[in-house]
């Protein structure tokens, strides 16, 4: 079962803030990491537009970094104090929000 685009946009900053937070980080990297939390049908055109909105907004700082094995040089992302600030606001939004649902998902009957 897919996951809609709509909420899938709507928690894609949280995740990539909640990424970058625990170090610098690059694409595909975050991508893989993503993988690795079982984070639903994301795929690496989904999260550059996500990236590039973070850096505009001052969520999140670039460096360009020559790649270790030797390919093209790679952007790293790092969390900026004001993105640590929405993070922390995405993760109380989001504490609510899952409270609110498991509530009211728990009085409905399992549905296939």
Known sequence: MSV???MMKG???GALLGLIS?????GYEILDNLKAHQFPEINFGSIY???LRLDKKG???TVS????NGGPRRKYYSITESGMQELAQ???QWK???QGMNNLMEGVDDIE
């Open 49 to 51: 537009p996500v990236l």
């Open 96 to 98: 609510q929000l899952n």
């Open 65 to 68: 970094k020559k790649s270790d």
């Open 59 to 61: 969520y999140v700082s």
């Open 4 to 6: 809609s685009k709509h």
């Open 90 to 92: 995405f993760k109380h």
């Open 11 to 13: 928690l894609l900053d």
């Open 22 to 26: 625990q170090g610098e980080t690059y």
